[in-house]
Every structure is written in C-alpha cells, then in structure tokens.
C-alpha cells in the first residue's frame, strides 16, 4: 500500500501538506499583521465563574470628600441695608468682670461726728431694772416707740415722752418732757418742761424708774481723737 509523501514545498524548500498555506517549520514574517488577543472582562469572568465558587472579596473603595456646595453669589440689590443677618452667639467666654469692694468714705468737714457715749440710765425697777442704756451726744429719745433711743416699755409712756439731751460745748444733761400724757419725774418732781441732770438723779416714765449716771462732766470730756482729757 503506498504511502502519501508529502510534495509541496514552502518558499524555503520544506516540505508541507498541500492543504497548509503556512508553513510550520518556517520562522514567522514580521510583516504579518498581529492577531489581537482579546481577554474576557470582569463582567464576563464573573458570569463564567461557576456559581458554587464564592466571589473574592474586593477591597473598599476609598472614602470621596463631599463635594464643596455652589457657592452662591449675594448681590447688594438683594438684601434691603435696614435688615442685618442675626449674628451667632460667641463661643468665647468673656474675661471676668473685676468686682469693686466698697469702701468706707471718710468724715469730711461736713460729716456728722460721731455719737460718743457720755453717759448711762440704769434701770431700777420692773423689766428694766439691772439694765444700762447709753446717753449720747446730742438728743436722746426717751418713748414707747421701738425708733425711740432708749425704749421705754410701759402703757403709761408716750410714744415720744421726753428727750434727754447732751451739750457739748456746756457739758450739760437737760431733760426735756415732750408733751407727755403723764409728764416726766425728776427725784418724784415733775419738771415744767425741763431740768438740768445732776449725777444719781432718778428719772422717772409712767412706772419705770432709772438711774442717771454720767461719764462726761467738767473734768473730762472726748478730744477729737475719741480719748478722754
């Protein structure tokens, strides 16, 4: 039985079936035009992928800063001048306020001097009686009424029943009735309308009695300075 020998040749002389255009053993022609090798996509690999097989996991994608909102153009014409955006409140506390501490005014040359005590009236009878009440420079209000300077708690007193009264300049004690429905006593005299204090005499207000003691007489008296002489 005979063979089939091959008996076509290529260019270079080697020998190639009759049906081949191209011959195997001959290097490739670089001026033949390349085929493009087309490579499935992503899409399509994943509808060929068998559906038992589990989809790798894709790495997340990163995070895209929102995008800067339009800026809108104002225009002057818009907005009216009278109105004003409302401000917002500041978040910066303001620096603490700086507190200011009153202090004591001093005395000047038309100021009141102070009220020295120059004398007392002890009680000796009744609620009062052990109790000291101090007589000061100027007028004293002997009366029922709690304003009084020294208060006298009794139905038979007024409330304004007399004034006892210190003068400085004479170192004098005077007690003057003020008009009092039950007049005012003086060692059980009743004084029309005033009288001039000596030391231990005893006043007397309705029913209430009191020892007058003085600090302030000839002798001495408060100096500018609050000491005696």
């Known amino acids: 039985m005979r063979k089939n020998v091959a008996d076509k040749r290529c260019a270079n002389g080697h020998f190639i079936d009759e049906s081949w255009d191209l011959c195997p053993y001959c290097p490739a022609d670089n001026s033949e035009a ?3 090798i087309v ?17 790798p996991p894709t790495a997340p994608a990163p995070a895209q800063p929102a995008p800067n909102p339009p800026t809108v153009e104002r225009r002057a014409a818009v907005a ?3 109105v004003m955006p409302r401000s917002e ?11 200011t501490v009153a202090v004591q005014k001093m005395a000047g040359p038309g100021a009141q001097a102070k009220r020295f005590v120059v004398g ?5 009878n009744g609620s009062t009686r ?6 000061r420079i100027g007028r004293n209000v002997l009366g029922r009424d709690r304003r009084s ?11 304004h029943h007399a004034d006892l009264v210190f003068r400085p300049e004479e170192r004098r004690f005077i007690l003057m009735d003020h008009n009092s429905t039950n007049g005012t006593y003086v060692n059980d005299e009743e004084i029309e309308p005033r009288r001039d204090l000596a030391p231990k005499d005893v006043i007397r207000v309705g029913a209430q009695r009191f020892l007058f003691m003085p600090l302030c007489h000839e ?4 100096d500018d300075e609050g000491a005696l002489q």
Do not use: N, T
């Open 89 to 99: 409140p500041s978040l910066v506390q303001p620096p603490p306020m700086e507190r």
């Open 120 to 124: 007392w009236l002890v009680g000796l």
């Open 149 to 159: 300077d020294i208060i006298i708690q009794d139905e038979q007193a007024s409330s």
């Open 34 to 36: 390349e085929i493009p």
């Open 39 to 55: 490579r499935p996509s992503r899409f399509q690999q994943e509808a060929m992928r068998p559906a038992s097989a589990p989809a």
């Open 130 to 135: 052990g109790e000291s009440y101090p007589v």
């Open 80 to 82: 009216p001048p009278a």
């Open 219 to 222: 002798g001495f008296y408060w």
